[in-house]
Structure formats: C-alpha cells, structure tokens
C-alpha cells in the first residue's frame, strides 16, 4: 500500500510503498478519509516527544477519520508501531469504532479532534468540580489548539477568557472569539503585568497552557500574591504544550502564596476511561459546528508539502486519500 514513510529520526516522510498493516486478534483494517499534522504526531515521528518508540522505517500519524467495510465513516486511531494514520489502509481497535454523526465533515473531526480534546478535557474536569468555569486563561492562545480552547471554554459557560500570545494575527483571531487578547512581549515583568491587568482582581479557576517556557514564567509572576492572607480563589495550572521551551522556572513564593495545582494534560496523564466518555460528546460538538478550525487539506502523495506547511499557527493540515 501507499503510506507516508519516515526513515529515521527528524527525517520528514515521503510518499512511498510499505507493507500492509498487521491484523491482530481485537483489529480491523479501515481506510484512510482524513488525517490530521499535530504537532504529537511530529513529536512522535521525530522521536522528541516522550511517547516515541524510537523504531524506523515509520508511518506517522496518531488519530485519523476512515472508512470501515461497511461503509461507516468512523473517528479512530491507536494503530500500533511503526504503522499510523497516513496510510491508505491501518488496522485500528475494534473497540475505537465512533461513528460520525450524520453530516460532520471528516475534515473538520480529523482536524480538530486531537488538539480540541487537550483543553476539552481539563475544562470538563474542572467545570465538574467547580460547578462553573468563572474566567479562563489561555497561555499561547493563537494556534490551532488555544483557538480552539477558546471555543471550548464558551461552549462550557465560562464567564470570560484572556488569551495570551505573541501572533498579532492570530491574537486578532482569539479576540473575534471572544476571548480578551493578551500581547506577550516576551519581557517577563511586562508580559505578567499585562496578564495581571487583563485578570482584574482575583485569579483565574483554570490555566491552559500551550506553550511553557518564559510566557509560564511570565504568568506565574502575574498570578502570585502579596500579604499573608488566605487565598480565597482555586486555579488549575494546566501545561499542555511546550512550544516555547520544555522547562519553565516556578517561584517558590508562587506555591506558598497561592491555591494553585500544577497538572499536565496528555497522554499518560488522563484517564483512558474519561478520555473514552468525552470522545462522542466532543465529536458532536465539532459536527454541530460549535467549534471550526481551519484546515488545509493535501493528498497522501503531497505528504511532504503538508509537513512542510504543518507549523502554519492557527491552520492544521490534513492529510486525505
């Protein structure tokens, strides 16, 4: 079959021939409709991201929308090493088998997906403890995943949501949401205390973090308090993505001074279970059209111009048959 084929690590992937997919005891061989470029999928392929399995020859790709035998359209993933969701043909779980609803666009679910899912399910988590968002703060709010964050805080009733970044355009883009723009600087003291004047008194219930580094610095600076009375607000410090740098320096006083959690979410980190019981809720949302994402779509056989394109903020490519 046709496939995209990394050859080794930090190699971009070509258009090329490899073997059709093992068939294990529990799988099924479905067909490509849609996959999207997120950045764990290059992640992965590079063998940077801490879920690699740093085996080459390759087939990148971790979610994808494909056609069963039957004909049903299906969200699915999960295809097991070296193969992966650019393909023409993968062997995916047969207990992953999530239908679209009638109507969605393949390209749309392909595309928004798995980097709606990274604050989709924080916000649930947190909604359900709270019983209400109250204000959100989105650090690295232009790409494609903190746009998207945007649009799942509203659709899960916060109240307001300031999104931090250093994209003009796309900052442009977070505040036609409705999201209060931020312009990082990347001066630290400046930068927390633009976030400390967007926040107004009081800190958010939840942080969703895009990118780490010296914008978390920055935000950890805005969130910390002076005085030695009780914290009377509860934030969730949630890191998803580490696009500015892969540490961040968190101040002691921060951690004293401050209810705040610090938690991670991503593969390792969330419940298999309740990523499986928000799966058809967010699918259905990305069908109403409740959340949009702009996507570029590419034929499996332009796999290297789509990975060229991938890094574009704000628009995800999306590999199709």
Excluded: C
């Amino acid at each position: 079959m046709k496939a995209a084929v990394i050859e080794s690590a930090g190699s971009a992937p070509h258009y090329a021939d490899f073997a059709e997919p093992v068939v294990d005891e529990g799988r099924e061989v479905v067909s490509l409709v849609a996959a999207g470029i997120h950045p764990i999928v290059r992640g992965l392929a590079s063998g940077a991201h801490y879920g690699s399995t740093g085996r080459w020859p390759l087939i990148p790709g971790v979610d994808a929308v494909a056609r069963a035998d039957d004909d049903t359209l299906l969200y699915t993933g999960y295809v097991a090493a070296p193969y992966g969701t650019f393909a023409e043909r993968m062997a995916v779980p047969a207990s992953l088998r999530l239908p679209l609803p009638a109507g969605a666009d393949p390209v749309q679910v392909a595309a928004g997906m798995n980097p709606g899912l990274s604050s989709w399910m924080p916000l649930v988590a947190r909604k359900d403890e709270l019983g209400s968002l109250g204000t959100v703060l989105i650090i690295g709010v232009t790409g494609t995943a903190g746009l998207l964050a945007v649009q799942n805080a509203f659709a899960l009733g916060a109240d307001r949501v300031v999104g931090a970044g250093r994209d003009l355009e796309r900052l442009s883009a977070a505040g036609e949401l409705g999201a209060q723009a931020v312009a990082l600087t990347g001066d630290r003291a400046a930068d927390a205390a633009a976030l400390r004047t967007a926040l107004g008194e009081g800190n958010p219930s939840i942080v969703l973090d895009f990118v780490w580094g010296a914008p978390a610095e920055a935000a950890f600076a805005a969130l910390a308090r002076r005085g030695l009375t009780e914290d009377e607000d509860d934030t969730s410090y949630v890191e998803i993505g580490s696009f500015a740098a892969p540490e961040a320096s968190v101040p002691a006083s921060l951690l004293r001074s401050t209810r705040i959690r610090l938690l991670g979410s991503g593969a390792g980190s969330s419940s298999m279970a309740d990523l499986l019981r928000q799966l058809p809720a967010y699918l259905d949302l990305i069908a109403a059209g409740t959340v949009v994402v702009p996507a570029q779509t590419y034929p499996l056989a332009r796999i290297q111009d789509a990975w060229a394109d991938a890094s574009r903020a704000g628009v995800r490519a999306v590999v199709v048959p």
